[in-house]
């Protein structure tokens, strides 16, 4: 079966570290997003792509980036992590046009920046 | 940009129905989803609703649409403690010639027995 998976699960580090978060999907979609999930927020998008070599900033994007550089694909790095973005973060993927269609998304990653 | 709102909590009986309500801002809007999110779990789609319906049933659950109010509501007959859950209002619309999905804050419900 067709599957979006993320690692790590859970992972804590230190500010200033650099990370990245992976996300795989075997759907082979082509859009594919990061979203930050925070009470209160609900979910915010951070990055998102629309094919390969495509990707745009969401509403949340500073400190962030993505690139895609195959369909399966889109990991997400912290340059220099904050405690600010201690969050769970979600990727998903979708086979619609732009913004529109089912989005199927992954278990999440957990991220404490301590 | 488009703006979701729902409220943060329901309390609801089992066998109760439950009324999860949402509004937007832009009338723009072509799709509207419900996701569900279980404890742990990511976002599942539940139902969607095209911005030409009034109302979308599928089982127990009733989507209502009120273009007029920008007013979306999820009602989910016959509650179980299985509903519990966070339930996510989405809206899609459109920024000329892009389109974009924004979701709700959540709202949280909890069956009780």
């Known amino acids: 079966d067709a599957e979006i998976t993320q690692s790590p699960r859970h992972k804590i580090t230190e500010t200033g570290r650099q990370v990245t978060l992976a996300c795989h999907q075997t759907?082979?979609?082509?859009?594919m997003f990061w979203y930050r999930q925070d009470l209160g927020h609900g979910l915010r998008l951070i990055h998102y792509?629309?094919?390969?070599?495509?990707?745009n900033k969401g509403e949340v994007s500073d400190g962030y980036s993505v690139s895609r550089s195959n369909t399966e694909d889109l990991p997400l790095t912290l340059e220099s992590a904050a405690s600010s973005q201690t969050s769970v973060y979600f990727c998903?993927?979708?086979?619609?046009?732009?913004?529109?269609?089912?989005?199927?998304f992954g278990e999440g990653s957990r991220l404490t920046v301590l | 940009g488009e703006d979701v709102e729902q409220s943060l909590f329901l309390s609801v009986r089992e066998g109760d129905s439950s009324v999860i309500n949402c509004t937007y801002t832009?009338?723009?809007?072509?799709?509207l989803y419900w996701y569900k999110q279980e404890p742990g779990a990511g976002l599942q789609l539940l139902t969607y609703?095209?911005?030409?319906?009034d109302m979308k049933q599928d089982q127990r659950l009733t989507v209502l649409l009120n273009k007029k109010d920008k007013h979306l509501s999820l009602r989910i007959a016959d509650t179980q403690t299985g509903d519990s859950a966070i339930y996510f209002c989405?809206?899609?619309?459109?920024?000329?010639?892009?389109?974009?999905?924004?979701f709700g804050t959540g709202t949280r419900l909890q069956v009780t027995l």
């Open positions: 998903a993927s979708s086979g619609g046009q732009g913004a529109n269609g089912e989005l199927f």
């Open positions: 759907w082979n979609h082509n859009n």
């Open positions: 792509s629309y094919g390969v070599h495509d990707t």
């Open positions: 832009d009338s723009s809007s072509t799709y």
């Open positions: 609703i095209f911005s030409n319906m």
């Open positions: 989405a809206v899609t619309w459109h920024t000329g010639t892009a389109s974009k999905l924004t």
